[in-house]
Every structure is written in structure tokens, then in C-alpha cells.
Nanobody, 126 residues
Framework: QLQLVESGGGLVQPGGSLRLSCAAS????????IGWFRQAPGKEREGVSCISASGGSTNYADSVKGRFTISRDIAKNTVYLQMDSLAPADTARYYC???????????????????WGQGTQVTVSS
């Protein structure tokens, strides 16, 4: 059974950093693309970043480009989201999701993703 478990969220001051982890089980990361999404209270869930199954393609939302970095460790079957220069606007619940739609590309649109984790809360506040 495919399972995704997020961790690494917490409370951080503006300008700080966090690294989120998405641990996958029941499937191999080199067969699935992984996306990170977030949802703030009262707002729709939005795509933040993704990495393709091949590992050769990544995408970022304009709002996080230059501040967030997605990576993965195949041996640990885990995808990471390094978040730097965090701002209050980054406060949200962050989710990772998996897709087998395309091997060499990844997409920030939720429609491509079938399996989701439970999320981890990130709060940026002084």
C-alpha cells in the first residue's frame, strides 16, 4: 500500500528555515513524481514544488523560487523540501503527494496526484 508521511513542520520566526521530509513506503521514488502542496486557512491548496520520477525535473511556484529547494534520497525513499527565508505568508499545512503520470516531468497541478500524505503544519511567526 502506497503511503506518504510528512514531518519537519513547526514554528519558526520570519527569515528562518525548516526542512520538511516526505517518507514514502509501498513504492519506489524513482517510479513516482512527488509534489509538495500547501493550504493556508481559508485558502485553496496550492502547488509549491515537485520533482519528477526521473529526478531530472523540478518545478517551483513563483512565490517560493529562490527560497525553497526540493530534493530526494532514493536510498531513504524520502523527498525533502528545504525552506529558507520563510515569511508569514508561508504559514500553511504542507502536504506531499505522489503521481505516476509522467516519468520525466513533474507538475504543480493537484489533478495529477492520486496519493496524499496527512500533512505537516508550518507556522512562521515572531
Amino acid at each position: 500500500q502506497l503511503q506518504l508521511v510528512e514531518s519537519g513542520g513547526g514554528l519558526v520566526q520570519p527569515g528562518g528555515s525548516l526542512r520538511l521530509s516526505c517518507a514514502a513506503s509501498g513504492f519506489a521514488l524513482d517510479s513516482y513524481g512527488i509534489g509538495w502542496f500547501r493550504q493556508a486557512p481559508g485558502k485553496e491548496r496550492e502547488g509549491v514544488s515537485c520533482i519528477s520520477a526521473s529526478g531530472g525535473s523540478t518545478n517551483y511556484a513563483d512565490s517560493v523560487k529562490g527560497r525553497f529547494t526540493i530534493s530526494r534520497d532514493i536510498a531513504k525513499n524520502t523527498v525533502y523540501l528545504q525552506m529558507d527565508s520563510l515569511a508569514p505568508a508561508d504559514t500553511a499545512r504542507y502536504y506531499c503527494a505522489a503521481t505516476s503520470a509522467v516519468f520525466s516531468l513533474c507538475f504543480l497541478a493537484q489533478i495529477h496526484y492520486n496519493d496524499w500524505g496527512q500533512g505537516t503544519q508550518v507556522t512562521v511567526s515572531s
